[in-house]
Every structure is written in structure tokens, then in C-alpha cells.
């Protein structure tokens, strides 16, 4: 079975410091994976996915993400966040072709602190 | 335009009563899925509807839980004879067409509606 682990459940970051918000996945197969972003009281928000071919993600906010097969990781980065960039963020993926069921983390709370 | 729609925003409830809970998709999306976050987890699979025919609903609880897309539109979430463990925020999601041969489609989620039995 697949599964994903969020290791960090609360990062702390200050205004415009670096930030890397941490995933590992489980998989037998070939996984597509996803990053979303959940505001308070809104719904989740596609940041970026990772489907095939550079493994390098650049999604929108100024975020991006790096798939590395070897270590079955897709860790989230952002060079310098802002206040705004609070929220919950969780990695997902899915079984590859055909596939249409998310698996999520259990989620990484992020403080940008002024 | 319009994204996904999901009322109540909340409700509050009596174990042993029923709730429906409805989602509207975005208009001319024929895919739509049911996801349930509890408290301090990530959303977790209920259930996935290919135009109007839940094509798995593997991920139902049981079987006090159900779900209707009569018109290959707007789902309802139905929940006979709540219990506190069901309280949680029940989400909604559509994509435009399905997984197809690729699961590549981005799921566009609603705000969800958070559930509390007491």
C-alpha cells in the first residue's frame, strides 16, 4: 500500500528566510505527487504536481519542489517566504496511470513569524 | 469562474441523527470525489463519481454513509445515525473528465463542510 509521511507537523520560519517543508512517499509503482495549500476555513489549492520528465516543479506563490526517485522524497522549498504564506500544506500522491484516489500526508502547519 | 461549492459550511448535530451534506462541482466537470479530513490528519478517500455511478466507494466507513449523484452534477453526502466519531470536515473535489489513461488531472476541492456530532 502507498502512503506518505509529512515528518514536521509545525514549522516556524521568520519573514523572508528560506523554508523547506519535508515529504516522503511509499510506493511499489511509479507515483505522480502533489503539493496543496489549505488556507484557514478555505478549501485546498494545487501549488504544484510532479507528473513525469524534470524533476524540478516550479508551481505558483514562488514555491517549487523536487522529486528524487532514490530517495522517494518531494520536499516543497521557498527561497523567501512571506506573512501570507501561512497555512496548512499537505503532500499527496496518486497511483500513477489511471489512477484517481489522492493519498495525503497528514499535513506540515507553516508560521512565517514578522 | 465558479469553483466547487459545499454547504453547509457547517453543522452541528445529535448522534443518531441524519445529515446530508450537498456539493456543487464546477459546471462541465464529470468527475467528482468525496474526501474526509478528521482533526490533525490529512483528507482520506470516500468515494468517486464518474458522471452520475460512483465508480469506487471503497472508502465509505460504512454503510451508513452514502452518496447520490442523480444527475451527474450536484452529490449529496448522506449519514445515517451519526456517532461522535464522524464528526470531521467533509470535503468535495471534481476534475474535469477523469482519470482516463493518466491519473494527471488536478482535483479542485470545495471548502468543505465541518461535521460535529455531539
Known amino acids: 500500500a502507498q502512503s506518505v509521511t509529512q515528518l514536521d507537523s509545525q514549522v516556524p520560519v521568520f519573514e523572508e528566510a528560506p523554508v523547506e517543508l519535508r515529504c516522503n512517499y511509499s510506493s511499489s509503482v511509479s507515483v505522480y505527487l502533489f503539493w496543496y495549500v489549505q488556507y484557514p476555513n478555505q478549501g485546498l489549492q494545487l501549488l504544484l504536481k510532479y507528473l513525469s520528465g524534470s524533476t524540478l516543479v516550479k508551481g505558483i506563490n514562488g514555491f517549487e519542489a523536487e522529486f528524487n526517485k532514490s530517495q522517494t522524497s518531494f520536499h516543497l522549498r521557498k527561497p523567501s517566504v512571506h506573512i501570507s504564506d501561512t497555512a496548512e500544506y499537505f503532500c499527496?500522491?496518486?497511483?500513477?496511470?489511471?489512477?484517481?484516489?489522492?493519498?495525503f500526508g497528514k499535513g506540515t502547519k507553516l508560521s512565517v513569524i514578522p | 469562474g465558479a469553483g466547487v461549492s459545499q454547504t453547509p459550511s457547517n453543522k452541528v448535530t445529535e448522534k443518531g441523527k441524519y445529515v446530508e451534506l450537498r456539493c456543487d462541482p464546477i459546471?462541465?466537470?464529470?468527475?467528482l470525489y468525496w474526501y474526509r479530513q478528521s482533526l490533525g490528519q490529512g483528507p482520506e478517500f470516500l468515494i468517486y463519481f464518474q458522471g452520475t455511478g460512483a465508480a469506487d466507494d471503497s472508502g465509505l466507513p460504512n454503510d451508513r454513509f452514502f452518496a447520490v449523484r442523480p444527475e451527474g452534477s450536484v452529490s449529496t453526502l448522506k449519514i445515517q445515525r451519526t456517532e461522535r466519531g464522524d464528526s470531521a470536515v467533509y470535503l468535495c473535489?471534481?476534475?474535469?473528465?477523469?482519470?482516463?489513461?493518466?491519473?494527471?488531472?488536478?482535483?479542485?476541492f470545495g471548502p468543505g463542510t465541518r461535521l460535529l456530532v455531539l
Open positions: 499527496a500522491l496518486k497511483m500513477g496511470a489511471g489512477s484517481y484516489q489522492l493519498t
Open positions: 473535489a471534481s476534475s474535469l473528465k477523469g482519470p482516463g489513461l493518466a491519473g494527471q488531472e488536478t482535483q479542485y
Open positions: 459546471s462541465g466537470h464529470t468527475a
